[in-house]
Nanobody
């Protein structure tokens, strides 16, 4: 039984920081690339960051480069997203996702096999 559970969201003032975590089980975590997506009300889900199975390569949306850092601990089956210098436009539901496929762009929502339920991040101005 696959489980993907996000945590660490909350309400923070602009300029603040949050660290999201995602714990996965039921599939070989260290075989999968992992990613964070977010979705604001009325908007499409968008890719925030992705990390390859071994952690050697990372990808970021232009809007978060230099502020967010993705990492993973394969021994703990856990994915992280350190978010610094948060802005109101970072507000949204943040989702953790896993994919085995390579080829499609990392931002391709349909290429991910497993998703969590999300954790809400709200940044006040």
């Amino acid at each position: 039984q696959v489980q993907v559970v996000e945590s660490g969201g909350g309400l923070v003032q602009a300029g603040g920081s949050l660290r999201l975590s995602c714990t996965a089980s039921g599939f070989p975590f260290d075989d999968y690339a992992m990613a964070w997506f977010r979705q604001a009300p009325g908007k499409e889900r968008e890719g925030v960051s992705c990390i390859t199975w071994g952690g050697a390569t990372t990808y970021y949306a232009d809007s978060v480069k230099g502020r967010f850092t993705i990492s993973r601990d394969n021994d703990k089956n856990t994915l992280y997203l350190q978010m610094n210098t948060l802005k109101p436009e970072d507000t949204g539901m943040y989702y953790c996702a896993a994919r085995l496929r390579v080829g499609p762009p990392w931002t391709d929502v349909g290429s991910y096999s497993y998703w969590g339920q999300g954790t809400q991040v709200t940044v006040s101005s």
